[in-house]
């Protein structure tokens, strides 16, 4: 059974702060790791894609890969209050489809 | 620009009737994917297409839900009989992994409520 777990939150960071969102996934032999941002009301918008280890960079979003480990994360720089959303977590095992994690929910306070 | 559409974005209907909703994919995109969205559940994937084929329907209630796609640019879910523990959000989702990767893209969701 694939499993993707997430902290359901809330977590609240001051405006300015880094948010750190973490994520495990229960099989080792995974491939490919995804970050989705979900407004209340909205559709899972895709923002970050890791597929090896490290870390990836884009904007103010650094995503972060320890397959070792089994573990992957979203670190939010300069944390705004329009971030505030669920960050869904989904990992892609081979060729099947996309297994989401429940999401945390993030705050920003301003 | 390139978006999955999916229709209609809100239903409301009565126990027992049949709902059907629509979803036009990515144009050339190769894979097709239905989720429904819950609170307590989380994301959950109901159904799986590639180039139009079924792959995976193992998390769909197989006497009351189907699903199709009857050509490239159209999947349809549909439910009959409805019962009010389907009420969720219906997301479609396309992605194209002609190159090993598959990212998915959602469309805006079918909220369905059953009374």
């Known amino acids: 059974q694939k499993e993707v777990e997430q902290n359901s939150g809330p977590l609240s960071v001051p405006e300015g702060a880094i948010a750190s969102l973490n994520c495990t996934y229960s099989d080792r032999v995974s491939q490919s790791f995804f970050w989705y941002r979900q407004y209340s009301g909205k559709s899972p918008e895709l923002i970050m894609s890791i597929y090896s280890n490290g870390d990836k960079e884009d904007g103010r979003f650094t995503a972060q890969l320890n397959k070792a480990s089994q573990y992957v994360s979203l670190l939010i720089r300069d944390s705004q209050p329009s971030d505030s959303a669920t960050y869904l977590c989904a990992v892609r095992w081979g060729n099947t489809p996309l297994v989401f994690g429940k999401g945390t929910r993030l705050s920003v306070i301003a | 620009d390139a978006r999955v559409t999916q229709t209609p974005r809100d239903k409301v209907t009565e126990m027992g009737q049949e709902v059907t909703m629509r979803c036009q994919p990515i144009?050339?995109?190769?894979?097709v994917f239905w989720y429904r969205q819950t609170m307590m559940q989380g994301l959950e994937l109901l159904a799986y297409?590639?180039?139009?084929?079924?792959?995976?329907d193992s998390g769909m209630p197989k006497d009351r839900f189907s699903a199709e796609m009857p050509d490239a640019t159209l999947a349809t879910l549909k439910i009959q009989p409805s019962e009010p523990r389907d009420s969720a959000v219906y997301f479609c989702?396309?992605?194209?992994?002609?190159?090993?990767?598959?990212?998915?893209?959602f469309g805006q969701g079918t909220r369905l409520t059953v009374v």
């Open positions: 989702a396309s992605g194209s992994d002609g190159t090993g990767v598959t990212e998915a893209f």
């Open positions: 297409f590639r180039n139009r084929a079924p792959l995976d």
């Open positions: 144009l050339g995109h190769n894979t």
